[in-house]
C-alpha cells in the first residue's frame, strides 16, 4: 500500500483529481529529464541540467569517476525527491492539496477520493 496525495482544480471540473505516490521513483532516477518533460516539471528540469552542467565541468577538476558517481547521486536524489517535485508543481499551477490517502495503486486513490468527496456533505 502507498500512501498518496491528491490536489484537484480550484474550479470543480468532471476531471480526476490528480493523486501523487509518496514513494522512490525508479522513472525520476532512470531517466530524471524524461520524468520532467512528462510531467511538465520546467523548472525542475532547468535546475537539473544547471547541476549536470556543473557536474561535467567538475568532471574535468576532479575526473571522470567523481563525475560518474556525483551524476548518480543526482540521479538518486531525483528518485527520492519525485513525489515532493511533482508536489511543487501542481502547487505552482493552482492545484489545491486536499488529503492524503492510502491505496494500492493511483486509480483506486483516484476513485477513493471521489467516492469520499461525493458523500461528504
Known amino acids: 500500500m502507498t500512501l498518496y496525495s491528491v490536489f484537484e482544480r480550484p474550479e470543480p471540473t468532471?476531471?480526476?483529481?490528480?493523486?501523487?505516490?509518496?514513494?522512490?521513483?525508479?522513472?525520476?532516477?532512470?531517466?530524471?529529464?524524461v520524468f520532467g518533460l512528462v510531467h511538465g516539471l520546467w523548472l525542475e528540469l532547468i535546475g537539473f541540467v544547471?547541476?549536470?552542467?556543473?557536474?561535467?565541468?567538475?568532471?574535468?577538476?576532479?575526473?571522470?569517476?567523481?563525475?560518474?558517481w556525483l551524476y548518480v547521486l543526482l540521479a538518486v536524489f531525483t528518485g527520492f525527491e519525485a513525489a515532493s517535485l511533482r508536489r511543487g508543481a501542481l502547487r505552482r499551477k493552482g492545484w489545491?492539496?486536499?488529503?492524503?490517502?492510502?491505496?494500492?495503486?493511483?486509480?483506486?486513490?483516484?476513485?477513493?477520493?471521489?467516492?469520499?468527496?461525493?458523500?461528504?456533505?
Open 14 to 33: 468532471p476531471e480526476a483529481p490528480a493523486v501523487v505516490p509518496d514513494k522512490f521513483s525508479w522513472f525520476a532516477a532512470l531517466l530524471p529529464p
Open 50 to 68: 544547471i547541476v549536470l552542467g556543473a557536474i561535467v565541468l567538475l568532471g574535468f577538476w576532479l575526473g571522470g569517476d567523481a563525475a560518474f
Open 96 to 121: 489545491n492539496y486536499r488529503t492524503e490517502l492510502v491505496a494500492s495503486r493511483d486509480d483506486l486513490a483516484q476513485v477513493a477520493w471521489l467516492q469520499r468527496r461525493d458523500v461528504a456533505p
